[in-house]
């Protein structure tokens, strides 16, 4: 499925590989991956024409490289801060937290995930059930050591993945009528993870 | 900000503005929202070219219209359906299931709604927000009765709104390992809104 770029191996290739990747994620961003052709990325990169082909057989392979190395920075980001952190609920609340100041971070990621929905939906898939997975994973041993609810784990990954993805929306786009920091809305989170909704606590 | 549209009052009036809503939501389903032509829309609807302008001034109103008629149909759904019940717990379950039942049998709704995130973020936003400023109102209500713990409300909109759209996408798209009838993720979801995900009950 994936078609397979070529990964540069000298200074000067890495170099370029970076530029056509920025130019790329800008031109994405402003005018749409259907919009955008490898001629404007290789112009906006400021390399020859040629070039693009040395590493990408392919517009939709650079696109999946792009989405592939999202992905891994925000499992990196998130690995790191939970590292420390002994119980399920607290690497839980490190990692929300760790995605939020992620998204904050680096706003165009929506647009480059989400786009994947309308380029090819099999991306789409791939992303959120690969993520998924490891979510369900870690949840599982959460299960076994009784640190969690015995619920439907698959289905609580989809609960947290849409939890962080609004919540991060909402930081992003600051939706809404009043601004909120990172912390308040982590503490909200885990006030529900930790109590529910409809608890009197 | 709204592009005035011209509703049909005429019985054919009404047959051909209809006739353009779902060409136009069929193209924008299969070719994507920027690649739809207001004359593929007319080809496709059957209609003469001109008839377009008589009740849309732009693509992007067409667009509009169709964004405003999910998002009422979606609050019709949900309004109907938690009518009868009492206590915000109920409604919200009966609101989470009504919202997973026309998910089910709207599948475009996702492109509709997400695809404004790359026509025009404003839409994007004022989509999400009046969604959330109702649910607020909704939960209000029920924090005055001391049915729902004490927290940040419009953080909870976006936590409940990103619980159903993602657990939505789960079901739409079948992601994951095993099938799931609504009903099973309404009661998983209903666990976590009763008890958190860390209460041992």
Known sequence: MLEKIKLPTTRNGKA???LLLRAAELLFLENGYHKTTVADITQKAGVAAGTFYVY???KIS???HLLTDISHSIRKEIAEKIKDKDS???????GIKAFLEYAVKNPHMYNIIWESFYIDRALFRDYYESFSRRYVRGLES??????????DLEVVSYILMGVTNFVG???ILDLGDTPKTIESVVDTIMHVLDHG????K
Chains 1, 2 share one sequence.
């Open 16 to 18: 370029t590989f970076h």
């Open 56 to 58: 990408f057989p392919s």
């Open 62 to 64: 650079l696109y999946q």
């Open 88 to 94: 399920r609920r607290d690497k839980e609340k490190e």
């Open 142 to 151: 959460a299960l076994k050591t009784a640190e969690i609810a015995d619920v």
């Open 169 to 171: 929306l909402k930081l």
């Open 197 to 200: 909704l409809f608890s009197k």
